[in-house]
């Protein structure tokens, strides 16, 4: 898809992301705090990091997809919390969501044996050998924004609730459709933790409006262009579609386009997660009716913290939930909300 068939202000990234990252609206100018209650354990024994406290310890920061503005603004955070607690820190990230494009990274990881890594896995499965293999050897693992079916990876995980995000996005959604229609749910693919979450979450919570007929949801490959296609060919059967929800950014962006292109902006309601640039733009452009914006930022302090902790012999939160905030055109000015926005460099 060219950048010109975009709405102004959008651009298609070339790099997919999940994402998507991510309590929608249920009034104007609500935040919704889904800070999860943190489950508590001691940190795990061994590890190159058991001894002698945090300073000088090597962490590493793997994330979904580099070029994205939530992996960003998680990396700009950790960055400055590592400094600030005289650790080592770098990071880097897949160029795509794809699992044999994150492997070469995690074997690297492996190589060097850093004491700490911080990794946003794009499958819940398939990396589980190679994230043992580094545990085994020593480094403590930290799970950030997706995670992993084995609950033995990782000494703590944290993200945003994304099931319930997606019950409140339901709800949303429902409301604006006066309660009647067809929903359409579209996501990048099967098997990412965060996303599959979301569609659960939706999908559960509008079976409470029998009025609302759920469609199948569609996968794009994270690819706007294939959004806003299938966006388009489920107008043309489903001539009563009144909402779309999206699983992610990019998701967002094809269906606000394919919509844009049928002359149905507005008409057919949107809800997205996160709060990138190109977002922002759209709801301020009314392509978008409303976004849950995560706190990646959030994210990448609370590992570095977590991983300090265990570092230095303290209790280590096995799970740390993170706030989100939902963001419409009536409320995106109020410094309260604004603060998360996204960032598209430190």
Known sequence: MSKS?????????????????????????????????????????????????????????????????????????????????GMEFTADGSAQWDVSVQRPLLDSVAAARPDGLMISPVDTSALTPSLKQIQSSGTKVALVDTTVTDSSVGITRISSDNEKGGRVAADALAKLMNKKGSVIVISVKPGVSTTDARIKGFTEEMAKYPDIKVLPTLYDNDLPATAASQIQSTLAAHPD????????????????????????QGKV????????????????????????????????????????AAFEGKSVQKSVGTDM?????????????????????C
């Not at 889904?34 to 590493?60: E, F, Y």
């Not at 992996?71 to 600030?84: H, L, N, S, V």
């Not at 779309?244 to 094809?254: C, D, R, S, V």
């Not at 706190?295 to 300090?308: N, W, Y």
Request: positive net charge.
């Open 325 to 345: 905030v939902a963001i419409t055109k009536d409320n995106m000015n109020q410094p309260a909300v604004s603060k998360y926005f996204y960032k598209s460099g």
């Open 269 to 308: 309601k949107v809800a997205a997660f996160d709060a990138e640039p190109d977002e922002i733009a759209a709801l301020k452009a009314g392509t978008l009716q409303v976004l849950v914006a995560q706190d990646p930022a959030a994210i990448g302090r609370q590992a570095v913290d977590q991983l300090a």
């Open 241 to 264: 579609l009144g909402g779309a929800f999206a699983g992610n950014t990019n998701t967002g962006q094809g269906i606000a386009t394919g919509l844009k292109q049928a002359g149905k």
């Open 5 to 85: 068939s975009m709405p102004s202000g959008w651009s298609v990234s070339s790099v997919p992301g999940p994402r998507g990252r991510r309590r929608l609206l249920v009034a104007a100018g609500v935040v919704l705090a889904l800070t999860g209650a943190a489950a508590c354990g001691s940190s795990d024994s061994g590890g190159s990091g058991s001894s002698g406290g945090a300073t000088h310890k090597k962490v590493r920061l793997i994330t979904g997809v580099k070029s994205d503005p939530f992996y960003i603004t998680m990396t700009c955070a950790a960055k400055a919390e590592a400094k600030a607690k």
